[in-house]
DNA sequence: TTGTACGCGTTATCAA
DNA sequence: TTGATAACGCGTACAA
């Protein structure tokens, strides 16, 4: 039985270690470790010594619950999500979780299902759980309320473009990216390319059709309406779309699906009707999900790193907590070419 | 202006609502709230009533943070997963948090990476908290710790065979799930058939080569170890396992992977080598993620409802708070035959 | 059955 | 720079 065994018999007797015990341990008040613990005000370097000492000692951690009801941060960061299962995003939580573990911040994920109703309501949720700040992956919530909000906490938002005071906003390249996919297709020949697009009332969904559209007209190329059909951006959703482009008849030797998930699902359609890709028909996606890279054949589309994005998002938190101008990055989209497209045939 | 109007400008003046405001409201005391909120003990049905009245006139909610120094609940349930974005595990966390907020349970996600170490830390934040209880996807973590924790809270562990007081598990069908993905390739007539395990350390991996390797001797055959290959429950693995299956020249007609994402993979290998599926070669998967049926060709897999188990664990979960004892349910497993298996060639 | 008074662990305010 | 003291909002013995 060593003497540090007996101490901590008797130090330790009650259950957790409380910033008091720490204080008495190290021989000062409270105030002062709480100072020292959240650098509120210069102390002497040797109470800070003795404070610090204490702390390794007792295994101290502040109680977060003790913490929020006193006014102080909770040292938790509400995200919301629209599906805790997205493939799509799931990669940016992951990112974001990873770095605000690093700096001993823990991730809220609440899920708006792209509803606006539900998300205002998990947002309310969030606050009501005095989270310190907010990163919001998309939805259909309002500019303003996100702006409004953003006067009581930090924000950081993906997947559209505001800023203000404690707002920050990380956007994807949706438009540049869809051009990409587009010049790609063209440079290989392609005249008449269809596209799958995402819901028309989704804004990442208008950017990336937006760009198609664009890059067409720069080629002087005609957007041919016949040749558009909205999914859902889900598997299901790429498939009906794109029997519908089969059986309206019209010509096409290539497809653009607004993300990979419905280019999956265009990608079995045709399989069904006969058609092999990339010979007979080429297919290019968007998102780069890793299952990409394992589809028959591997999928060429427009590679953005969603978990880059997250942590870049993350980062951009911390920096707002800390009362930092978070500095802003683009994220670039990138063109990856694998072998779901070939010239066009003559 | 109407009369609401303007006692909501007197009434809220303050901030938030408390429960201090609401006893003032209705003329009781803050201990007759809390009781009333908590069900904590009989109480005259006029007050009752006067109470909930003022709850609802103050939208009143209950500050966690104060309940949870207080001692009491903070309505939330710790998650722990192992990584935020698998697609398998994402389906459980979906149930678990559709069922938790129907409950007003807030679920506190975090991930173990499918590493023992970090797993425990994880925990431990989770505990420190003072979530209300533990739901636990599977995970590296010994049975034994588990154990020793249901003795402060309760968990509900998914992947696992264990029981005891505040300890609940919902364990998957492995074994007979894999003894149907044997059985229904037998029945086609292979007799050759290769496996790709998961890793050979993690529970559900040795039970589902366990299901194979009885059924095959049920049903007469010999397991060839020549046929076994290992991967990492990724396409990544599936893939490389697949190749050295490839370039064992051991002959066979079917393969199982023991599960889809290293079905994908195998598919991709098996194409870049030239067979065909299911001409050449019937692949069976395990799990029937969503996007299994959005293959090519269609994955023939054994489905099990994750979505489903979250939600039971999360209804087993509900039930342990409320000191009740959940009744153990098994999801059984089934085979969803599509169009990756055919009869095998003479 | 109901109310009073105290404590939970921390931060903020104010003096010293 | 440091320390006492008062909140923060709720649950709960204890008393009535």
Known sequence: MTDSDTQSHTATASRKPTLGMVATLAGVSPSTVSRIINGTAKVNSAKMAAVHQAIEQLQFRPDPAARSLA?????????????????????????IEDILREHHYVPLFASGRWNEVEEAERLALLQERK??????????????????????LPIVVMGRSITGHQLFSIDIDNFEGSRLATRHLISLGHRN??????????????????????????????????????????????????????????????????????????????????????????????????????????????????????????????????????????????????????????
Do not use: C
């Not at 938790?76 to 990112?95: C, H, K, M, N, W």
């Not at 058609?275 to 297919?283: A, F, G, N, T």
């Open 71 to 95: 006014g102080g941060s909770t040292m938790s960061v509400g995200v919301l999500t629209q599906f805790i299962d997205s493939p799509y995003y799931g990669e940016a939580l992951r990112g």
């Open 131 to 152: 989270v310190d700040g907010l990163i919001v992956l998309s939805g259909r919530l309002a500019d303003q309320v996100l702006m409004d909000m953003s006067k009581d």
């Open 193 to 346: 390319i269809a596209y799958v697009s995402g819901p028309l009332d989704h804004g990442d969904a208008q950017r990336r059709l937006e760009g198609f559209k664009t890059e067409l007209s720069k080629r002087s190329l005609v957007f041919n309406p016949a040749l558009l059909a909205v999914g859902d951006f889900q598997e299901s959703g790429g498939f009906k779309a794109m029997n519908r482009l089969l059986q309206s008849g019209e010509m096409f030797s290539a497809v653009i699906a607004a993300n990979d998930q419905m280019a999956y699902g265009a990608r079995l359609a045709l399989s069904n009707a006969g058609y092999r890709v990339p010979e007979d028909i080429s297919l290019v996606g968007f998102d780069d999900l890793p299952h990409s890279a394992f589809t028959i054949p591997p999928l060429t589309t427009v590679h953005q790193s969603v978990y880059e994005i997250g942590v870049l998002a993350a980062k951009a938190m911390i920096a707002l907590l800390k009362k930092e101008t978070p500095t802003a990055v683009t994220v670039p989209a990138k063109l990856v070419a694998r072998e779901s497209t070939r010239v066009a045939r003559v």
